[in-house]
Protein backbone atom coordinates (compact mmCIF):
# COMPACT_ATOMS: atom_id res chain seq x y z
CA UNK A 1 0.00 0.00 0.00
CA UNK A 2 1.63 3.63 -0.94
CA UNK A 3 0.68 4.74 2.56
CA UNK A 4 2.70 1.67 3.91
CA UNK A 5 5.25 2.30 1.59
CA UNK A 6 5.50 6.23 2.85
CA UNK A 7 5.64 5.26 6.01
CA UNK A 8 8.53 2.20 6.54
CA UNK A 9 10.25 4.78 3.85
CA UNK A 10 10.47 7.55 6.34
CA UNK A 11 11.22 5.54 9.40
CA UNK A 12 14.09 3.90 7.84
CA UNK A 13 15.91 6.95 6.20
CA UNK A 14 15.85 8.67 9.56
CA UNK A 15 17.16 5.74 11.31
CA UNK A 16 19.89 5.27 8.57
CA UNK A 17 20.33 8.71 8.40
CA UNK A 18 21.41 8.89 12.01
CA UNK A 19 23.80 6.02 11.55
CA UNK A 20 24.94 7.61 8.34
CA UNK A 21 26.02 10.67 10.62
CA UNK A 22 28.34 8.64 12.32
CA UNK A 23 30.81 7.19 9.45
CA UNK A 24 34.58 7.94 9.46
CA UNK A 25 34.68 10.56 7.05
CA UNK A 26 31.56 12.21 8.46
CA UNK A 27 33.05 12.37 12.44
CA UNK A 28 36.53 13.14 10.73
CA UNK A 29 35.60 16.45 9.25
CA UNK A 30 33.53 17.59 12.40
CA UNK A 31 35.78 16.92 15.11
CA UNK A 32 38.76 18.51 12.70
CA UNK A 33 36.02 21.71 13.37
CA UNK A 34 35.15 21.12 17.13
CA UNK A 35 38.24 20.51 17.68
CA UNK A 36 38.70 24.54 18.51
CA UNK A 37 35.64 24.71 19.99
CA UNK A 38 35.30 25.59 23.76
CA UNK A 39 31.34 25.16 23.80
CA UNK A 40 29.06 22.68 23.27
CA UNK A 41 25.90 24.66 21.78
CA UNK A 42 28.68 26.28 19.26
CA UNK A 43 29.97 22.91 18.86
CA UNK A 44 26.37 21.42 17.88
CA UNK A 45 25.88 24.62 15.98
CA UNK A 46 28.87 23.18 13.39
CA UNK A 47 27.40 20.07 13.29
CA UNK A 48 24.04 21.18 12.46
CA UNK A 49 25.10 23.18 9.79
CA UNK A 50 27.03 20.28 7.99
CA UNK A 51 23.70 18.55 8.68
CA UNK A 52 21.85 21.09 6.64
CA UNK A 53 24.53 21.31 3.97
CA UNK A 54 24.53 17.47 3.47
CA UNK A 55 21.20 17.11 3.54
CA UNK A 56 20.35 20.18 0.85
CA UNK A 57 23.09 18.33 -1.77
CA UNK A 58 21.95 15.52 -0.92
CA UNK A 59 18.33 15.61 -1.88
CA UNK A 60 18.93 17.95 -4.40
CA UNK A 61 20.91 16.03 -6.75
CA UNK A 62 18.82 12.62 -5.09
CA UNK A 63 14.93 14.08 -6.17
CA UNK A 64 16.87 14.73 -9.87
CA UNK A 65 18.40 11.54 -10.07
CA UNK A 66 14.62 10.02 -8.80
CA UNK A 67 12.81 11.71 -11.17
CA UNK A 68 14.69 10.73 -14.33
CA UNK A 69 15.10 7.53 -12.91
CA UNK A 70 18.52 7.27 -13.05
CA UNK A 71 21.88 6.34 -11.18
CA UNK A 72 24.67 8.32 -10.90
CA UNK A 73 28.05 7.39 -13.41
CA UNK A 74 30.52 6.16 -11.43
CA UNK A 75 33.13 7.88 -12.87
CA UNK A 76 30.98 10.78 -11.34
CA UNK A 77 30.57 8.95 -7.82
CA UNK A 78 34.46 8.92 -8.22
CA UNK A 79 35.39 12.28 -8.84
CA UNK A 80 32.99 13.10 -5.77
CA UNK A 81 34.80 10.47 -3.33
CA UNK A 82 37.79 12.04 -4.73
CA UNK A 83 36.81 15.56 -3.71
CA UNK A 84 35.92 14.21 0.29
CA UNK A 85 39.45 12.84 0.31
CA UNK A 86 40.99 16.00 -0.94
CA UNK A 87 38.82 18.37 1.98
CA UNK A 88 39.96 15.63 4.44
CA UNK A 89 43.64 16.08 3.86
CA UNK A 90 43.28 19.96 3.75
CA UNK A 91 41.24 20.11 7.23
CA UNK A 92 43.62 17.93 9.06
CA UNK A 93 46.60 20.27 7.58
CA UNK A 94 44.56 23.11 8.38
CA UNK A 95 44.61 21.66 11.82
CA UNK A 96 48.15 20.27 12.18
CA UNK A 97 49.25 23.79 11.15
CA UNK A 98 46.90 25.78 13.70
CA UNK A 99 48.00 23.48 16.63
CA UNK A 100 52.38 24.41 15.37
CA UNK A 101 51.10 27.91 15.11
CA UNK A 102 49.39 28.92 17.98
CA UNK A 103 47.36 26.38 19.27
CA UNK A 104 43.68 25.29 18.68
CA UNK A 105 41.64 28.21 19.98
CA UNK A 106 43.62 31.01 18.27
CA UNK A 107 44.11 35.24 19.17
CA UNK A 108 40.41 36.35 18.89
CA UNK A 109 39.45 39.14 16.18
CA UNK A 110 36.75 42.15 16.54
CA UNK A 111 35.42 43.00 13.61
CA UNK A 112 32.35 44.75 11.85
CA UNK A 113 29.31 43.30 9.98
CA UNK A 114 27.06 46.37 9.70
CA UNK A 115 25.94 47.21 13.17
CA UNK A 116 27.42 44.03 14.72
CA UNK A 117 30.06 44.19 16.20
CA UNK A 118 31.66 41.05 17.88
CA UNK A 119 34.99 39.12 18.51
CA UNK A 120 35.45 35.41 16.62
CA UNK A 121 38.34 33.37 17.01
CA UNK A 122 40.82 34.38 13.64
CA UNK A 123 40.70 32.78 10.85
CA UNK A 124 37.14 31.41 11.18
CA UNK A 125 34.56 32.32 8.60
CA UNK A 126 30.90 32.32 8.67
CA UNK A 127 28.19 34.53 7.47
CA UNK A 128 25.78 36.86 8.84
CA UNK A 129 22.17 36.27 8.58
CA UNK A 130 20.38 38.58 10.88
CA UNK A 131 21.20 38.27 14.58
CA UNK A 132 22.39 34.70 13.67
CA UNK A 133 25.84 33.37 12.47
CA UNK A 134 26.25 30.68 9.60
CA UNK A 135 29.45 28.58 9.95
CA UNK A 136 29.78 28.13 5.75
CA UNK A 137 32.84 26.20 6.25
CA UNK A 138 30.62 22.85 7.77
CA UNK A 139 28.15 23.89 5.47
CA UNK A 140 30.45 24.01 2.24
CA UNK A 141 32.13 20.61 4.03
CA UNK A 142 28.28 18.88 4.45
CA UNK A 143 27.83 19.56 1.02
CA UNK A 144 30.48 17.88 -0.51
CA UNK A 145 29.64 15.08 1.68
CA UNK A 146 26.10 14.73 0.74
CA UNK A 147 27.41 14.80 -2.85
CA UNK A 148 29.72 11.62 -2.21
CA UNK A 149 26.88 10.26 -1.38
CA UNK A 150 24.02 10.95 -3.51
CA UNK A 151 24.50 8.28 -6.06
CA UNK A 152 24.30 5.30 -4.21
CA UNK A 153 21.59 6.44 -1.88
CA UNK A 154 19.55 7.11 -4.37
CA UNK A 155 20.13 3.59 -6.55
CA UNK A 156 19.05 2.21 -3.32
CA UNK A 157 15.86 3.87 -2.75
CA UNK A 158 14.90 2.99 -6.60
CA UNK A 159 15.72 -0.41 -5.69
CA UNK A 160 13.72 -0.88 -2.37
CA UNK A 161 11.09 1.94 -3.06
CA UNK A 162 8.02 2.28 -5.10
CA UNK A 163 6.79 5.24 -5.37
CA UNK A 164 8.51 8.14 -6.11
CA UNK A 165 6.92 10.07 -2.75
CA UNK A 166 8.40 7.07 -0.93
CA UNK A 167 11.43 7.98 -2.43
CA UNK A 168 11.60 11.56 -1.64
CA UNK A 169 10.23 11.16 1.60
CA UNK A 170 13.08 8.94 1.95
CA UNK A 171 16.11 11.18 1.48
CA UNK A 172 14.45 14.36 3.37
CA UNK A 173 14.21 11.93 6.56
CA UNK A 174 17.66 10.51 5.88
CA UNK A 175 18.87 13.84 6.10
CA UNK A 176 17.25 14.94 8.85
CA UNK A 177 18.32 12.02 10.62
CA UNK A 178 21.95 12.68 9.82
CA UNK A 179 21.35 16.45 10.43
CA UNK A 180 20.23 15.63 14.37
CA UNK A 181 22.43 12.94 14.83
CA UNK A 182 25.97 15.31 13.60
CA UNK A 183 24.59 18.18 15.68
CA UNK A 184 24.10 15.91 18.91
CA UNK A 185 27.43 14.04 18.37
CA UNK A 186 29.25 17.77 17.53
CA UNK A 187 27.49 18.88 21.06
CA UNK A 188 28.92 16.03 23.01
CA UNK A 189 32.42 15.96 20.99
CA UNK A 190 32.58 19.89 22.30
CA UNK A 191 31.87 19.17 26.22
CA UNK A 192 34.63 17.90 26.87
CA UNK A 193 37.03 19.90 24.33
CA UNK A 194 35.57 22.95 26.19
CA UNK A 195 36.82 21.38 29.66
CA UNK A 196 40.16 20.67 27.57
CA UNK A 197 40.75 24.04 26.07
CA UNK A 198 41.60 25.46 29.78
CA UNK A 199 44.73 23.92 29.56
CA UNK A 200 46.80 24.50 26.15
CA UNK A 201 49.40 22.21 26.03
CA UNK A 202 46.62 19.17 26.17
CA UNK A 203 44.52 21.62 23.44
CA UNK A 204 47.57 22.01 21.27
CA UNK A 205 47.80 17.97 21.16
CA UNK A 206 44.09 16.92 20.57
CA UNK A 207 44.21 19.51 17.39
CA UNK A 208 47.11 17.92 16.49
CA UNK A 209 46.13 14.50 16.83
CA UNK A 210 42.84 15.07 14.93
CA UNK A 211 44.84 16.66 12.28
CA UNK A 212 47.47 13.69 11.30
CA UNK A 213 44.27 10.95 11.38
CA UNK A 214 42.55 13.14 9.57
CA UNK A 215 44.97 13.66 6.95
CA UNK A 216 45.45 9.64 7.09
CA UNK A 217 41.96 9.05 6.30
CA UNK A 218 42.09 11.72 3.51
CA UNK A 219 44.82 9.58 2.21
CA UNK A 220 43.24 6.52 2.75
CA UNK A 221 39.78 7.72 1.79
CA UNK A 222 41.06 8.95 -1.86
CA UNK A 223 42.85 5.94 -2.77
CA UNK A 224 40.61 3.39 -4.05
CA UNK A 225 38.47 5.70 -5.65
CA UNK A 226 41.70 7.46 -7.52
CA UNK A 227 42.91 4.10 -8.55
CA UNK A 228 39.50 3.43 -10.67
CA UNK A 229 39.33 6.62 -12.36
CA UNK A 230 43.03 6.73 -13.92
CA UNK A 231 42.70 2.45 -14.72
CA UNK A 232 39.28 3.35 -16.50
CA UNK A 233 41.36 6.31 -18.10
CA UNK A 234 44.00 3.67 -19.31
CA UNK A 235 41.68 1.24 -20.72
CA UNK A 236 39.95 3.79 -22.45
CA UNK A 237 43.27 4.85 -24.37
CA UNK A 238 43.92 1.68 -25.03
CA UNK A 239 40.85 1.26 -26.63
CA UNK A 240 40.99 4.43 -28.64
CA UNK A 241 44.66 3.28 -29.97
Known sequence: MPGLDLLAGSGLGSLL???????????????TMVSRER???????????W???????????????ILLRAEMPTSLTNVFEIAVSVMLVGLG????????????AGPLTVHRHGRRVHQRPTGTAHVHIGDWTLAHRPLLIGMVHGLAGSGALTALVLATL????ARVAYLLLFGLGSTISMAAMSGLLGWPLAR????????RA??????????????????????????????AEFAGS
Open 17 to 31: GMRHALEPDHLAAVT
Open 51 to 65: GIGHTASLVAVGAVL
Open 196 to 203: LGSHQVVA
Open 162 to 165: PTTT
Open 93 to 104: VRAIRLAAQQGP
Open 39 to 49: SSLRAAWLGLC
Open 206 to 235: VSFIVGVATTLLGVAWGYAPLATLIGSSVQ
